[in-house]
């Protein structure tokens, strides 16, 4: 599908995947980090899945309109519920309408609760030969092992910054702002489309490059940092609601927003949050990592990072310092509040310097 032309990144699982067009499994489970691409392109292989070799009919399933492509999305905040399952399941069990295939596609699997997954099993495990499924998460660990077992795993991992560059500059973007963009978004194509056009995006790194200049054995200068780092933060953020608001209106115009729909960019919001954050600590482990390689003459990562900045820590506290804030992303990766994990880790790192 010349749909697929359109992704940033991914050509070797997009290669595969226009591969499997021509024999598909009966269900696929794509994982890998947020804001990287996967849940779009699911989408993608789920129209062509359902469109075969006929472009309209993989237009209309792509644009939402067919009506042998179901989406299945949480009915609330919180998960996929067993009624939802059990309607799936009803439906998996007859013939197509228009195409020769039905597929289902689940974008947010992990959000099935044990229950809805358990009711899944079976019509995933043995369903009729027209009908396919295609779920999304972030980690197999997310699904009951008897659901991921039955299906056939495509992992996606970042894109390498060059990728996306070149995709944002083909996409209209200026140059540098590409570049700017593609460095703060830790090698998720999403994420980096949604900042693009974004001016702060240069603040945000700036702000968390500069933690280890502002970080003394004083308590009080390490919340000033966390607070300057959220702050960084926040028109990023707006910048994700913003987007979302303007696909509302495309979609919606003036009428009543599905609770559906909000729902599900609460929980985008949420989930492009935790990856900036997650992003900036990968730019303050790098900074840590940069100290060390500038002091034993290897290459360095930020080469806009002063000389000076780079020499005021010894390698062995930045080797120390990076796994530090390595463990800092572990904490917000398990759900502990940006604001405590940062201020904690901002402590802990002002202690050595």
Known sequence: MSVFDAIIGHRQVVDLLVGELASPSQAYLFVGPSNVGKASIARIFAAGLVGGSDDDLARRALEGVHPDLIVVAPEGRTSITVDQAR??????????LEADTKVFLIEEASLLNDEAANALLKTIEEPIRSTRFVLVAE??????????SRCRTVVFGRVPESDIVEGLVRNGVDPDQAVRAARISGGRPGLAIALATEPEVAAFRDAWLGVPDELTGHPGNAYLAVRRVMTATEPLLAAVKRR??????????DNV????VTDKHQRELARSSDALYVTGLELLASFYRDVAAAQFGAEVQNTDVGVTSLTQILPATAVRNADRVLDAITALQANQRPQLALAALFVDLGIDA
């Open 257 to 260: 927003i599905p609770k559906m």
């Open 87 to 96: 309607m799936v399941v009803s439906a998996a069990a007859r013939s197509p």
């Open 244 to 253: 979302q608001e303007e696909e509302i209106a495309m979609s919606y115009g």
């Open 139 to 148: 980690s197999e660990d997310d699904l009951p092992p008897t659901v991921a």
